[in-house]
């Protein structure tokens, strides 16, 4: 992607160029800066958080590889990190379509027991089977804005379309999710 | 200057699209939005209706990265010392560079005195010298020889 972004500096840059020289303390860094979000983009998108820890490792192996030619100014480092993703996790998606298997597990959480820890994680996993249920790109829409919570001309960025593009993919898969989980709003 | 105004069916539509919090908006409509939401009771009720959206979203939750992933990832990274070692590497490759440079500039100043000094004879040396006298001194120097034995 050689979209020059509109937000100025890119702000993972110095710790890219830390990464590039082989800072041990910024390889560090930037782990714990982009894992988490990289773990939720490839969870939400796959359903399936074990295939997600697998997609998360392989995009950051790109990372390292990446890091020392990286070429500042062309586009925004996690723009670039979120599209790699998404593209591991339709490889992966279309794998599950040509070779089905069984449905991915719900997620639990191991420290659950009280009822309330319950409905919360029944509650996620209706949410996540819903987005699981619209049709690719209006999920994708949906976890780039809401929950990764790139801005528009990002988000719009890593799908490759307009920003009236991306408007029209969010309110679609929002009104369909709206509808598909009536029942949990209060 | 007045400010753009908005109307209730694009404000309708921006919090369908981007949800209740309109710092997510496309920032050129952020302005005129807040002005509509202040003054129209059928906008706040949008945003109401997408911020109730929103809270059911926010239910999705997806466990934190464990630790050996972070580790695998880790393991995986460049190490410091293989970026030392293509340093060292590169150092030396330059240093090479660098003393074949020299080899050639010395290789160069012998040359350039070499071709001086050619110069410095041709210049003080006859104009022109043919074969013929050169016998002719070659002549003269044995005789001198044969006469002194």
């Not at chain 1, 586009?75 to 591991?88: G, I, P, Q, S």
Request: proline residues 5%; hydrophobic residues 45%.
């Amino acid at each position: 992607m050689n979209r020059r972004d509109k937000g100025g500096v890119d702000p993972d840059e110095a710790l890219l160029r830390r990464v590039a020289a082989g800072d041990p303390a910024a390889i560090q860094a930037l782990i714990a800066r982009k894992l988490p979000r990289i773990c939720a983009l490839a969870t939400r998108t796959l359903g399936d958080p074990t295939e997600a820890e697998d997609v998360a490792q392989e995009a950051f192996l790109r990372v390292w590889r990446q890091a020392p030619k990286w070429r500042f100014g062309e586009a925004k480092f996690d723009t670039w990190l979120h599209r790699v993703t998404l593209n591991l996790c339709y490889d992966r998606l279309r794998r599950r379509r040509e070779q089905p298997t069984a449905e991915p597990p719900e997620q639990t959480d191991p420290a659950l027991g009280a009822d309330v820890e319950l409905e919360m994680m029944q509650a996620s996993n209706r949410v996540q089977a819903a987005l699981s249920e619209l049709p690719e790109r209006q999920r994708d829409a949906i976890v780039l804005h809401h929950y990764q919570e790139l801005s528009n001309i990002d988000a719009a960025a890593v799908l490759g379309v307009s920003v009236d593009a991306l408007e029209s993919l969010l309110a679609r898969g929002r009104r369909a999710l709206r509808a598909r989980l009536q029942g949990l709003q209060s | 200057m007045s400010r753009p105004q908005m109307s209730l069916e694009r404000f309708a539509a921006l919090a369908d699209a981007f949800g209740a919090d309109m710092r997510r908006w496309p920032v050129a409509k952020r302005l005129a939005a807040q002005d509509l939401a202040q003054v129209s009771a059928r906008a706040r009720t949008c945003l109401a209706e997408a911020d109730a959206l929103d809270a059911v979203l926010d239910q999705s939750r997806v466990t934190a990265p464990s630790p050996e992933l972070y580790q695998r990832i880790l393991a995986q990274a460049p190490k410091p010392r293989m970026i030392r070692l293509r340093a060292a590497g590169a150092t030396s490759a330059r240093s090479r560079l660098l003393r074949w440079l020299a080899g050639l500039g010395a290789v160069g100043v012998l040359t350039c005195g070499a071709v001086a000094g050619a110069a410095v004879v041709a210049v003080a040396g006859p104009s022109h010298v043919d074969s013929d006298s050169l016998t002719g001194l070659y002549d003269q120097t044995n005789s001198l020889d044969a006469g002194g034995a």
